[in-house]
């Protein structure tokens, strides 16, 4: 394995705003650590024979197709509305 890169966890929380304690940028630190050994650890696969993919398993479009159909007309639709006026919906205000 190559050698462990330090990466500066406080120089990076300041970039983001952040304000960390001295404590917390320690564990950080170590948990960045870990990341990056094992990632260093993923380079040593061989991945030579493996084709290149967005997703781990095949997927396929779900959806039906947009055929048009028979559906309710505009007055149909309106015709169990308690309030209508000009072929809308009259619902009550929402908004303050």
């Given at each position: 394995m190559s050698?462990?890169?330090?990466?500066d966890?406080a120089?990076v929380?300041?970039?983001?705003?952040l304000?960390?304690?001295?404590?917390e940028t320690?564990?950080?630190?170590?948990?960045?650590?870990r990341?990056?050994?094992?990632?260093e650890?993923?380079?040593?696969?061989?991945t030579?024979?493996v084709?290149?993919?967005?997703?781990?398993?095949p997927?396929?479009?779900v959806f039906?197709?947009d055929e048009?159909r028979?559906?309710?007309?505009?007055?149909?639709?309106?015709?169990n509305?308690?309030?209508?006026?000009?072929g809308?919906?009259i619902v009550t205000?929402?908004?303050?």
């Amino acid at each position: 394995m190559s050698e462990t890169v330090e990466l500066d966890v406080a120089h990076v929380a300041k970039l983001a705003r952040l304000n960390l304690t001295e404590e917390e940028t320690k564990l950080f630190q170590a948990q960045l650590g870990r990341v990056l050994e094992y990632a260093e650890k993923l380079r040593e696969l061989d991945t030579t024979d493996v084709e290149a993919a967005a997703h781990a398993v095949p997927v396929f479009n779900v959806f039906r197709e947009d055929e048009p159909r028979s559906w309710l007309t505009a007055e149909e639709a309106l015709s169990n509305a308690p309030r209508q006026a000009n072929g809308l919906f009259i619902v009550t205000k929402v908004v303050e």
